[in-house]
């Protein structure tokens, strides 16, 4: 969620005074966009770059992603002390802008709860006051060319996402899952018309005319000076990935999600040692960030998972990242707590068959086919797959891709950020 003054909220760093020195200037000139960004890590922080780097006059004041929960809590506090007073700016919102229908449901919905918590002089109608500022935009995710990455089974799906993309133009009409089954508030999605960018979306999303050029499968550029949370493969994903059609490979299943409790990643290790239980045949990759405490399950399922590990750890390199995806065929969800789903997004936008809980922002943006209500139902979609990895290979995703795309997203995002305050609110 962003609150919006013809400017935006997110913040932090270990830049120091020299950040200070650059904000405190930055907040005297004719600023337009003011972005506060208080988890500068992850999906957070790659929003922000790409808002920075688009818009001009824009100073960013950001804290260090590790706590998020203490973060939600307590960075305003830190923000008020810390960000110098202004006549450029306000931080009476205009605009509530959140990334998913369920992230603005979730907030509206549970203020009243909140309040009820404060024994007496409770604010009133806080719900009602705030909801009519209250819209959707998306998450933008900016889709890098990953044909060079692809295997040959996934190039129909490459070429099937890359003209949706090359039509993103027509992106904000498109009818997403809950808005077909539900008829859903599609005026908040639609408040602020998208307008052109300064490129063409093609060329934003840069996805290049070397969708077909299978010449690039056969060599393999991969990273293997890492450490242990720093990326780890344990076998060389072209030796075991890019064989010959003749031979059947294991299902690949990857989790790219931050090694945090809110994540699950219990019960997803439980389905995997349920898996192995039964004798059957898996590679995993585990992705994602870590930050001060990891979760002892993580050491513990990496060892008992033994010769199925396929890559462990974090990747900081974008290349390595899609990479994995690119040659992963399931990638699965089991969060407690999400709000929209970057990883899974970019997951399926390298091919791979999204496993997602019915809950939580999911049911929103991918199809039925691809949730799931219970542990159970996630582990015998999985017992099928690794009997029949080419169930996965040969299936086309069937939603909507374009919708989340930096260049369908862009002009909504330069209108929010450059129109004028609302007078009426």
């Known amino acids: 969620m962003a609150s919006v003054r013809r400017r935006l909220g997110r913040s932090g760093g270990q830049e120091g005074e020299t950040r200070r020195r650059r904000v ?95 024994p007496d002089h409770r604010p009133e109608d806080l719900e009602s006051i705030i909801r009519p500022k209250c819209q959707v935009i998306y998450f933008p995710i900016k889709f890098p060319d990953v044909s060079r990455f692809m295997p040959k089974h996934k190039m129909r799906h490459l070429q099937k996402t890359l003209s949706l993309t090359k039509n993103s133009s027509a992106a904000s009409t498109v009818a997403l899952p809950f808005q077909r089954e539900q008829g859903g508030p599609e005026n908040l999605l639609t408040d602020f018309d998208a307008k052109p960018g300064p490129c063409d979306a093609a060329q934003q999303e840069n996805l290049g005319s070397s969708l077909m050029q299978e010449s690039s499968l056969k060599t393999c550029n991969w990273s293997n000076n890492s450490s242990s949370h720093r990326g780890e493969s344990e076998q060389n994903p072209c030796d075991s990935l890019s064989g010959g059609d003749d031979q059947p490979r294991p299902l690949h299943i990857v989790w790219p999600h931050r090694w945090e409790h809110d994540k699950d990643p219990e019960s997803f290790f439980k389905v995997l040692m349920h898996l192995k239980d039964l004798r059957l045949n898996f590679h995993v990759s585990v992705l994602g960030e870590t930050f001060t ?79 799931y209500s219970t542990p159970e139902q996630l582990s015998k979609r999985l017992r099928n797959f690794c009997k029949r990895p080419d169930i996965v290979r040969k299936h086309l995703y069937k939603g909507e891709m374009t919708p989340f795309s930096w260049a369908a997203l862009h002009g909504k995002f330069r209108s929010l950020l450059t129109t004028e305050p609302r007078e009426d609110l």
């Not at 005297?28 to 770059?49: C, T």
Request: aromatic share 14%.
């Open 24 to 118: 405190c200037e930055g907040l005297k000139g004719p600023m337009s966009v003011l972005i506060i960004e208080a988890f500068y890590g992850g999906s957070h922080k790659q929003l922000v770059d790409l808002l920075q780097e688009d818009l001009e006059n824009c100073v960013l004041y950001t804290l260090p992603a590790k706590k998020w929960h203490w973060r939600a809590r307590t960075s305003a506090l830190y923000f008020f002390q810390n960000i110098p007073m202004s006549e450029h700016y306000s931080l009476v919102a205009d605009v509530v802008v959140f990334n998913s229908v369920f992230n603005m449901e979730s907030f509206l919905t549970n203020i009243g709860k909140f309040m009820k918590l404060i």
């Open 293 to 371: 405490d990891v979760p002892d399950i993580f050491s513990e399922s990496r060892k008992a998972l033994g010769s199925s590990v396929l890559h462990w750890g974090y990747l900081p390199s974008k290349d390595d990242y899609f990479h994995v995806l690119c040659m992963a065929d399931v990638v699965i969800s089991t969060a407690k707590h999400e709000f929209f789903g970057v990883a899974m997004l970019e997951a399926v936008y390298c091919g791979c068959y999204p496993l997602c809980p019915k809950d939580l922002a999911y049911p929103e943006i991918f199809p039925a086919e691809y949730l």
